[in-house]
């Protein structure tokens, strides 16, 4: 999935609303960028509209898919311009990306 540039930026309604409206065929891919980051609590507060959860087992079930996901062994730290700082997670790469493609089909 691609990304405003802006999506630091942008409030958890409009970052939703980007995920739920979202068509690869029919966006502007022009406008839009990879994402080159991702945390637990990003997932959780954006994807799965929970940002009162703050359960540190839940935390570690997302951030130990992610891993198997991207193929690590250790988080890093991550920092996010606006609403969450500094963060436990994950920079993404464009070998990420290829490789995930290919596994994944997508």
Not at 8 to 34: A, G, N, P, Q
């Amino acid at each position: 999935m691609r990304v405003p540039l802006n999506w630091d930026y942008l409030s958890l309604e409009e970052k939703r609303k980007h995920i739920k409206d979202y068509d690869e065929v029919t966006h502007e891919l022009k406008y839009l960028v990879r994402r080159e980051k991702v945390s637990a609590k990003e997932i959780r507060e954006v994807m799965l509209k929970d940002d009162r959860f703050k359960n540190k087992t839940y935390t570690q079930k997302v951030n130990l898919r992610l891993k198997k996901l991207l193929n690590r062994t250790t988080t890093e730290k991550v920092h996010y311009k606006k609403y969450y700082g500094q963060q436990r997670g994950f920079y993404i790469t464009e070998e990420d990306i290829l490789r995930l493609e290919r596994e994944y089909k997508i």
